[in-house]
């Protein structure tokens, strides 16, 4: 298993470009989610799916759309990038059952920076 | 709203030495509590998750406790090396959905 995997693991972009980070999972997990990570902020939720065809927000979705058309892809896409979204993106995954199940896993990241 | 604070922001030990790092939580209706480790530059890598009906999981050398009551989990780190070296941090799920509120975590150094 390849667990997590995220693309690319480095971008830069300039203001106003949009682009899409990639996330794959091959553990069959139901649960996939994106949160970002800055200094002094520790790691925020994106959005986040609990099934293939459901989306929802967490605590910072502005700026971000998601969608999941299969179980093993949730892509993220930044619509119009502004130098605020410059962060470390993980894509994290977890399986619908309870107890040990629930463990979460986490992709390698993706360092963007937005000039 | 869930916060989650972990305290101290850094600490540094000889290499040997038994510690113990911490995580507060202001809402006690939790699912799960997960600890994770990240060096510099990585990602995450879980190391123990707690459910909420439990009170503890070891792996190793690593202790994880939860005592929802007090809002707080602690890991314990008997016989540190080195190479544990890393930013530690806990994470909380409220409901079984994929999605945990985190703490800044603390970053450890182990010196030979």
């Known amino acids: 298993n390849a667990g997590v995997t995220q693309t690319p693991k480095f971008q830069v972009l300039k203001t106003g470009q949009s682009m899409t980070l990639q996330c794959a999972q091959d553990?069959?997990?139901?649960?996939m989610s994106w949160y970002r990570q800055d200094p002094g902020m520790g790691l925020r939720l994106i959005h986040y799916?609990?099934?293939?065809?459901?989306?929802d927000q967490g605590e910072v979705p502005n700026g971000y759309n998601v969608s999941r058309s299969t179980t093993e892809d949730f892509p993220l896409r930044l619509l119009s990038a502004a130098p605020s979204q410059t962060s470390v993106y993980f894509c994290?995954?977890?399986?619908?059952?309870?107890?040990?199940?629930?463990?979460?896993?986490f992709g390698p990241g993706t360092r963007l920076t937005v000039l | 709203k869930q916060e989650v604070t972990q305290i101290p922001a850094a600490l540094s030990v000889p290499e040997g030495e038994n510690l113990v790092l911490n995580c507060s939580f202001t809402?006690?209706?939790?699912?799960?509590l997960q600890w994770f480790r990240q060096d510099p530059g990585k990602g995450l890598t879980s190391l123990l998750l707690?459910?909420?009906?439990?009170r503890e999981q070891t792996s190793g050398r690593l202790n994880a406790s939860l005592d929802k009551s007090s809002g707080r989990s602690t890991l314990y780190i008997a016989a540190s090396q080195p190479g544990d070296s890393a930013t530690y941090l806990c994470?909380?799920?409220?409901?079984?959905?994929?999605?945990?509120?985190f703490g800044d975590g603390t970053t450890l150094t182990v010196k030979p």
């Open positions: 994290a995954s977890s399986a619908l059952g309870g107890g040990s199940y629930n463990e979460q896993f």
């Open positions: 553990m069959n997990h139901e649960y």
């Open positions: 799916s609990v099934g293939a065809g459901i989306t």
């Open positions: 809402d006690s209706a939790i699912y799960n």
């Open positions: 707690i459910q909420s009906s439990q």
């Open positions: 994470a909380l799920e409220r409901t079984n959905a994929g999605k945990s509120t």
